[in-house]
């Protein structure tokens, strides 16, 4: 079973810092899953890579798919950033995907 | 609007009741699942459905059972409610495993 652990767990910061969120995994992967969960519990698909890096808006995703560790960065955070970020990664040989428990992101104004 | 469509959005049960939450997408996506949530922990798989007609146990099946009723809709059965089951319970699909997933708003589930 694949195992995914996130760092931090809870994240506060300054409005216009620079974020980083890791996940770590234990077996390999075809792709790593990043989500967002909005304060109202809503649950949304940030992105989904199996190698190197992708950016939509003021967020970055990167993959070290022989190191098994991604990140989610974020640049000049802004308070609506506020929100549970999350990974995921499909089970080994199968789709079932195993989540990390979340990083919970707080930025102050 | 495109997406997940899930309800009930909150549900109270009495111990012992039986309800079934919906689950329905109209992207054409092959596979579906439903997790639920829980403090302190990640999302865990319950069930899931790769194609129309199939179905797999998640991670946490005991207590539930599901239905594929056709590609867009997929049920998920709470026969006899315990407050085990006390949690928010989403659906989510992908056009496979492979892709993006969609997830529906989610259902906050109380059992008493």
């Known amino acids: 079973k694949n195992e995914v652990e996130q760092s931090p767990q809870n994240l506060t910061a300054q409005e216009g810092e620079f974020i980083t969120i890791n996940c770590s995994y234990s077996?390999?992967?075809?792709?790593l899953h990043w989500l967002q969960q909005h304060p109202g519990g809503g649950i949304v698909s940030l992105f989904m890579?199996?190698?190197g890096k992708k950016k939509h808006g003021r967020l970055i995703a990167t993959i070290n798919i022989q190191e098994k560790h991604s990140s989610l960065h974020i640049t000049a955070s802004h308070p609506r950033d506020s929100a549970v970020y999350i990974c995921?990664?499909?089970?080994?040989?199968?789709?079932?995907?195993?989540f990390g428990t979340g990083t919970r992101l707080t930025i102050i104004p | 609007n495109a997406g997940v469509t899930q309800t009930p959005k909150f549900q109270v049960l009495k111990t012992g009741q039986s309800m079934t939450l919906q689950c329905a997408q109209d992207m054409n996506h092959n596979s579906m699942y439903w997790y639920r949530q829980d403090p302190g922990m990640g999302l865990r798989l319950i069930y899931y459905s790769a194609s129309e007609g199939t179905t797999d146990k998640g991670e946490v099946p005991n207590g539930y059972n599901v239905s594929r009723l056709n590609k867009r809709e997929f049920s998920l059965r709470l026969e006899s409610a315990a407050p085990s089951q006390t949690s928010v319970y989403f659906c989510a699909s992908s056009l496979t495993g492979n892709y993006g997933y969609t997830f529906g708003s989610g259902t906050r589930l109380t059992v008493v």
């Open positions: 077996v390999g992967i075809s792709a």
């Open positions: 995921a990664g499909p089970n080994f040989g199968n789709e079932k995907l195993t």
């Open positions: 890579l199996s190698s």
